[in-house]
């Protein structure tokens, strides 16, 4: 019995210390660390912009900056936080980029240091951090976000990813949306899906939000059937969404053309008796894109309609499918996925139809591996390990049998007290020598590729641009980016942060361990986004950022006079008033393309002058002809034309997809125009002069011993990428679908 009495006690004790271990480490988190929410509705995707939500606890300093690891596992501090007025509690916001899956986050308090239990600032934060909490997507996994009751959107996702490479609906609910949505923390998601029925519960902040990211290139399925009634009294920028003004409900009882779009039957089975009622609009849109699907005649009551909306694309639905009689029908997901493109989102994940290419896990990746490589022989870079390899193998050899043999048969062992210093000093200079010549004492270099897209009818300005930086010795740099001079511009919005490859590969954002380092210590950005503050640089090696900012530009960019003839080609005239020519320059529209040459700014093309059109898909895929067939250009995965990859990028489902690339886009997803070509758009694109840059980068290096150098980034290419949007007036064109009835001229 005094046993068990002893192990009774001691297991009261035990558990007497576990609660109140417990209840000092809740009475800590509640002191020092308050719920933090990261994403939308706790989920957030590697690699990808996240906002992020800080509670303001009373009687606790308010928090001042956020911290969050990288792919190298260094902290990366936001900018200064700010309390947002009106937020509950007055919560902070940041907005941060998780470079791990389990990226560390830490919470710099004001006054750090004092009590409170939050990490001082600076230094190494990697003691008071913790993993970024909520539910981490990795950067290969399409998200789609949803607003709405729709059960069918799950088995519509596998539809279109596919079981290899799977989508993820994240709900949009009040409770989900961090305080000031902004545009940038949709950059995680590939779709979005929004429900008329529920559009009325989201504030007029995050359908600002929304209407954002859809012009800065986002997609979004709006389902408004009778509810777009409510949608078009609610005002922009909702209504917008809508293909037309002044919206009247009218029956629907025929259900044919429907279901042949979805490939499903059984929805006039599904429906009231009465019918259906949906809208029909007294004033279509002048750009109200291409009707897809219709009853009686096209224009009298479209059903699903496909336009611009800036960089990017809404798809409109004319039934709510979330009404209650609908949300049982088996064919929900064929119709979601038909909505959604088809199989368009599986090209964003990472392709298995080349299983041999080990070389670049996507499209983004190959530029990165393009840009790292400095084209002339003065570039800092690594001696290649072959080399290193065989130096080493050559001093074995020298010590092992050469001066041994040598040794062994002069017949006087105190030789080899000479020869193995002479041994050592020899490779010792022979290293050096090799470093010096690999770039060890050449100076440090940049280089920058540029995108600049403009759409010509709403005013948008988006630029993308990546750089690549090389030290020979140990740095630290600071980075800021601003939209360029060469196109006028107001309120521009701008980022900039690290550039790393996705997937699990060595470097990867989704790799279990971080990437090492010879140069490790915390970063942060400045007073915003578009600075970075002293980002470490390791001897003889490089880092690699990327960049993208959105501003309105105040003058017209292009006069146009283009409509869509009855065969559904381009006819009319065009003029640019670019400050700058624009060489190479070609007119795209659905899937031709005419050819333009040199386009100066102010004189005027015309199609009947021009040669075309001809494919674009070949040539896009460089297709020529050999005998009687024609053969692509195969796409090399170890290619390095910064140039080309950012041309096939641009256009990469036009060009075929993952079926011509055998890899995905990446992260330059979000510059493929494709989805524009199909609608009311035609696109403008050129090479701006290699002295023209579509982002201004400020380079600051400073050097552990030396002076501050302030470096000239230099072109990968002979210049920006530019990309003109124009509007082909609606009613003076039949669609660019072949989707028509036989009895249509």
């Not at 995680?188 to 504030?203: Q, V």
């Amino acid at each position: 019995m005094s046993h068990r009495n002893e192990w009774a006690t001691r297991r009261r004790l035990v558990t007497a210390l576990c609660l109140v271990v417990a209840l000092a480490a809740a009475i800590r988190a509640d002191d020092g660390g308050p719920a933090v929410v990261a994403g939308i509705g706790g989920v957030h995707r590697t690699g990808y912009w996240t906002p992020l939500a800080i509670p303001v606890t009373t009687g606790i300093s308010p928090p001042s900056r956020a911290w969050v690891a990288d792919p190298d596992g260094q902290l990366v501090g936001s900018p200064p936080l700010e309390r947002e007025a009106g937020a509950p509690g007055g919560a902070v916001r940041a907005c941060i980029r998780p470079g791990r899956p389990a990226a560390q986050l830490a919470i710099e308090r004001a006054g750090a240091g004092q009590g409170g239990g939050a990490p001082q600032a600076a230094t190494r934060l990697a003691d008071a951090a913790s993993p970024l909490p909520g539910t981490t997507v990795a950067s290969t996994t399409p998200l789609v976000l949803v607003h709405g009751d729709l059960p069918a959107t799950a088995a519509a996702l596998r539809l279109v990813a596919g079981e290899r490479t799977p989508a993820l609906a994240v709900r949009l609910t009040t409770a989900a949306i961090p305080p000031r949505l902004e545009p940038r923390d949709l950059d995680a998601f590939d779709e979005a899906i929004m429900c008329g029925r529920d559009l009325g519960t989201l504030a007029h902040d995050t359908l600002t939000a929304l209407d954002g990211w859809v012009r800065g290139g986002g997609r979004l399925v709006l389902i408004a059937g009778e509810s777009a009634v409510a949608v078009a009294v609610g005002g922009p920028p909702a209504c917008d969404w809508l293909p037309g003004r002044e919206p009247r409900l009218v029956r629907l009882r025929r259900f044919a053309s429907l279901e042949a779009f979805a490939r499903a039957g059984g929805l006039a089975g599904r429906s009231p008796p009465q019918g259906v009622e949906v809208p029909q609009f007294a004033e279509p849109l002048v750009d109200s894109g291409t009707v897809e699907v219709f009853e009686g005649s096209r224009t009298e009551l479209p059903l699903v309609i496909r336009r611009a909306h800036g960089l990017g694309t809404i798809t409109w639905l004319g039934i709510d499918i979330d009404a209650t009689w609908a949300t049982a029908w088996p064919g929900g997901d064929r119709l979601l996925a038909a909505l959604l493109g088809g199989r368009s989102i599986a090209d964003q994940g990472l392709s298995n139809a080349d299983p041999g290419r080990p070389r670049v896990p996507d499209l983004a990746g190959q530029l990165r591996l393009a840009l790292d490589t400095f084209p002339t022989p003065h570039a800092a870079r690594g001696v290649p390990f072959e080399i290193l390899a065989g130096l080493g193998v050559l001093y074995a050899l020298a010590l092992y049998p050469l001066d041994w043999w040598f040794v062994g048969r002069s017949g006087r062992p105190w030789f080899s007290w000479l020869t193995l210093p002479m041994l050592a000093g020899s490779f010792t200079a022979a290293t050096w020598a090799i470093g010096g010549l690999w770039g060890h004492y050449a100076p440090p270099r940049c280089q920058v590729a540029d995108v600049l897209d403009i759409d010509a009818a709403g005013g948008l300005v988006r630029g993308s641009s990546w750089l690549a930086v090389s030290s020979p010795a140990n740095a630290a740099l600071d980075i800021s980016v601003a939209a360029a001079a060469a196109v006028p511009v107001t309120g521009t919005d701008a980022a900039v942060s690290w550039f790393a490859d996705s997937g699990t590969g060595f470097g990867g954002v989704d790799s279990a361990t971080a990437h090492p380092s010879l140069a490790a210590h915390d970063y942060t950005h400045g007073d915003s986004l578009a600075d970075l503050v002293g980002v470490p640089i390791a001897a003889v090696s490089s880092r690699l950022f990327e960049s993208a900012w959105t501003a309105a530009t105040p003058t017209p960019i292009a006069t146009s006079t283009l409509v869509r003839d009855s065969r559904g080609l381009v006819r009319g005239r065009l003029v640019h008033q670019l400050p700058f020519p624009l060489r190479e320059c070609r007119l795209l529209h659905a899937g031709w393309l005419y050819d333009i040459g040199d386009f100066e700014p102010g004189t005027t093309f015309d199609t009947e002058a021009s040669r075309g059109p001809r494919s674009l898909a070949a040539a896009l895929t460089r297709r020529v002809a050999i005998g009687d067939r024609d053969r692509a250009e195969r796409w090399d995965t170890a290619g390095l034309d910064v140039a080309r990859i950012l041309e096939v990028a641009g256009f990469h489902a036009a060009a075929g997809g993952t079926g011509y690339t055998t890899v995905a886009a990446g992260r330059l997803q979000r510059l493929d125009l494709s989805p524009l070509l199909a609608v009311d758009r035609a696109i403008v694109v050129g090479r701006a002069p290699a002295g023209i840059r579509g982002t201004t980068w400020h380079v600051r290096l400073q050097q552990d011993h030396g002076e501050p150098v302030t470096l000239a980034p230099e072109a990968a290419d002979s210049g920006p990428l530019v990309r003109i949007v124009i509007s082909l007036p609606e009613g003076q064109s039949t669609p660019a679908t072949a989707e028509l009835p036989e009895d249509t001229p």
